[in-house]
């Protein structure tokens, strides 16, 4: 069976990324290697429009997540936290397990906390070290006003300390220019790499409080990898594979352009949610990001069913997490995805819907969606979309 | 050039494995993911003579170490640290970045720690909760007694975590038989794979301590990460395409035989010490293990020169750490590593040290390796071993 990987990560590998991956592997302490991660390093800053290293870890995204955590604050220090979603909620936890006090500034699953209510949590709480935020909240498929949150906390005086993890390459996020202080990434979603890596770049304000931070840690050592990774190095044994698959695929999202890699998730975006509202289903985020799109299961049926019948169908996309479980399911447009990934995905839904006894109208998701497609080819084009 | 990767991690890879993780990417929470899953559990757990589950990581071996003691043990614990070269001092750094108290059991580079000092320390400070120590010393080529020092560390009531990142598939360990309570591994060594997988096994009595183990913690979390394995599953996105490699790596490992596995490494290990011994040399470990052979530089040579005639060949090899730098260098026989490789390293080295002055009568190396692949080869055929 023709498989299609359409779930908010792992995403697509281009096959250009899985050729450099099978070549031999070569030996991190050679000229060689210090060659290309000189290149990535260099290619990373673009990536993350960022003036500063960006650190590179073996570890999922988590691990970069607690990274932020322990290299910028002490035990006991108070911090804001928002969650409207499962990985708002896992700032919380890795803060919690650490002996960080967090101030919650919540809002329900679908929404995006209000910037207003981070400035009311800032004033309420003028001790507070950081803000801990999700850029796209993959669980929910919303976004958050990082722009309007970085003007807030750059006031205070608190660092901003933010998961980009699906939105990095999908959304644009210039962390210099608005200010965010941690961005925290992983390889598996816009970066079209297979996950084991995780990224974090900090703001010269973040590395300030570095010194001072008296959190334990040895792995995650910022500070200690910002020392290798000025030699082309890395503290301890880096994942080379990925690393020399970072190469390449960094080479492709930076000979699309960042503007035009923006644009075409924004595209992709739009004509997924043309489809799925055409089919009568609502969408589960008031703000929906560019990376996944998150569907309300229809009245009657289990989300869970939806994901098992596309999967039977060959489609991979991803169901709700949590107390979400069965009530949505997720589709993904995000790294190594085109238009034809949309349409895959949109057709396999109408007939799994169908299956389900939900009334289908086909065609009509997929009409909606091409001319969604369609209208904004011209847009498109001009920007240089790749199509 | 052609290229020959003969250093102590990555080591290279076999074309099975690498083909395998350059087929397109599947999802982790698939029946397919739970499928594969399910296999490497098991041959894990055969791999590392184990009855309990063994935890996988993304990270790199030191992911897993920091893991072994942030799981067991308390602020101020008091430990005893084996140190006899660079990866010994790794776990008492990370025990001191931590907050465990550390008693130094220490050897010179080179040299093994006795046993019978272990048992000094353990009977001066019988408070000590663990044993750390260093089965292959990967930065001198030794082995320790990991089997004297379980007995010990069983009587003492002591848990004993051993570092066998270089010995696992390379020399016999046998966790449940000796009454070893943790050990840690990563993937670029004996398992062929790339880096980017770290594991940890833990006994009965190891698993006890860690609902007590009050050190902080979230992305090494064991028990978190026992209860997902449980499931097929990872804590966090586990790292799909070296999983996926794995259940290769495992089944070429399994289909070979462990003591077979066991025994073609000693085998190897003995051809290189009398190649390099034949050629005038010393070695740089009185115990050396099996996974590589560190080798004094002769006088009035660099080691560092030796590293780099041996690539200007295609040969890449290691050198010295720390202060060992300059004074030595490594050849490993590892992981996918044949007679042939032997030679091709003894070959080169005799080329290379000639180059760099130091009287070479050429030949000789390759006549005393290969006398002593043939002399063994009878016992190495009975055994079974693949040649």
């Given at each position: 069976?023709?498989?299609?990987?359409?779930?908010?990560?792992?995403?697509?590998?281009?096959?250009?990324?899985?050729?450099?991956?099978?070549?031999?592997?070569?030996?991190?302490?050679?000229?060689?290697?210090?060659?290309?991660?000189?290149?990535?390093?260099?290619?990373?800053?673009?990536?993350?429009?960022?003036?500063?290293?960006?650190l590179?870890?073996?570890?999922?995204?988590?691990?970069?997540?607690?990274?932020?955590?322990?290299?910028?604050?002490s035990?006991?220090?108070?911090?804001?936290?928002?969650?409207?979603?499962?990985?708002?909620?896992?700032?919380?936890?890795?803060?919690?397990?650490?002996?960080?006090?967090?101030?919650?500034?919540?809002a329900?699953?679908g929404?995006?906390?209000?910037?207003?209510?981070?400035?009311?949590?800032?004033?309420?709480?003028?001790?507070?070290?950081?803000?801990?935020?999700?850029?796209?909240?993959t669980?929910?498929?919303?976004?958050?006003?990082?722009?309007?949150i970085?003007?807030?906390?750059?006031?205070?005086?608190?660092?901003?300390?933010?998961?980009?993890?699906?939105?990095?390459?999908?959304?644009?996020?210039?962390?210099?220019?608005?200010?965010?202080?941690?961005?925290?990434?992983?390889?598996?979603?816009?970066?079209?790499?297979?996950?084991?890596l995780?990224?974090?770049?900090?703001?010269?304000?973040?590395?300030?409080?570095?010194?001072?931070?008296?959190?334990?840690?040895?792995?995650?050592?910022?500070?200690?990898?910002?020392?290798?990774?000025?030699?082309?190095?890395?503290?301890?044994?880096?994942?080379?594979?990925?690393?020399?698959?970072?190469?390449?695929?960094?080479?492709?999202?930076?000979?699309?352009?960042?503007?035009?890699?923006?644009?075409?998730?924004a595209?992709?975006?739009?004509?997924?949610r043309?489809?799925?509202?055409?089919?009568?289903?609502?969408?589960?985020?008031?703000?929906?990001g560019?990376?996944?799109?998150?569907?309300?299961?229809?009245?009657?049926?289990?989300?869970?069913?939806?994901?098992?019948?596309?999967?039977?169908?060959?489609?991979?996309?991803?169901?709700?997490?949590?107390?979400?479980?069965?009530?949505?399911?997720?589709?993904?447009?995000?790294?190594?995805?085109d238009?034809?990934?949309?349409?895959?995905?949109?057709?396999?839904?109408?007939?799994?819907?169908?299956?389900?006894?939900?009334?289908?109208?086909?065609?009509?998701?997929?009409?909606?969606?091409?001319?969604?497609?369609?209208?904004?080819?011209?847009?498109?084009?001009?920007?240089?979309?790749?199509?």
């Amino acid at each position: 069976m023709k498989r299609y990987l359409l779930a908010p990560g792992p995403t697509p590998i281009p096959p250009e990324v899985l050729q450099a991956m099978a070549l031999p592997i070569i030996h991190h302490r050679t000229p060689e290697y210090e060659a290309l991660f000189a290149e990535v390093r260099q290619n990373l800053r673009r990536l993350f429009q960022c003036g500063n290293e960006v650190l590179i870890f073996a570890a999922s995204g988590t691990g970069a997540m607690e990274g932020a955590v322990v290299n910028t604050l002490s035990p006991g220090d108070p911090v804001i936290v928002l969650r409207a979603g499962r990985f708002g909620e896992r700032w919380a936890q890795i803060c919690e397990a650490f002996g960080v006090q967090v101030v919650p500034v919540d809002a329900p699953y679908g929404k995006s906390v209000d910037p207003a209510s981070v400035a009311a949590a800032l004033t309420q709480h003028p001790a507070c070290k950081a803000v801990f935020a999700t850029h796209s909240e993959t669980s929910t498929g919303a976004v958050h006003d990082i722009r309007a949150i970085a003007g807030l906390t750059r006031e205070a005086g608190a660092l901003l300390i933010v998961d980009a993890i699906t939105s990095l390459g999908v959304m644009d996020l210039p962390m210099d220019a608005w200010g965010v202080d941690i961005v925290v990434a992983g390889s598996q979603k816009a970066l079209m790499l297979p996950p084991g890596l995780a990224f974090a770049a900090l703001s010269d304000r973040a590395w300030a409080r570095v010194p001072e931070a008296r959190l334990p840690k040895f792995y995650f050592n910022f500070a200690k990898e910002r020392k290798a990774i000025e030699k082309n190095q890395s503290a301890y044994t880096p994942a080379v594979s990925l690393v020399v698959g970072l190469r390449e695929s960094l080479r492709l999202i930076l000979a699309e352009g960042l503007p035009n890699v923006f644009a075409r998730h924004a595209w992709l975006a739009r004509a997924t949610r043309a489809g799925v509202t055409a089919l009568g289903l609502t969408l589960f985020a008031e703000h929906p990001g560019a990376a996944c799109t998150a569907v309300h299961a229809p009245a009657g049926i289990d989300g869970g069913a939806v994901v098992k019948g596309m999967r039977r169908r060959g489609i991979t996309i991803a169901g709700g997490q949590g107390s979400m479980k069965g009530e949505m399911f997720r589709i993904a447009h995000m790294g190594y995805a085109d238009e034809f990934d949309v349409l895959t995905a949109l057709g396999a839904l109408e007939l799994t819907l169908a299956d389900l006894g939900y009334p289908v109208r086909f065609g009509e998701g997929l009409c909606a969606a091409e001319l969604a497609l369609r209208e904004e080819s011209a847009a498109g084009e001009t920007a240089g979309v790749r199509g």
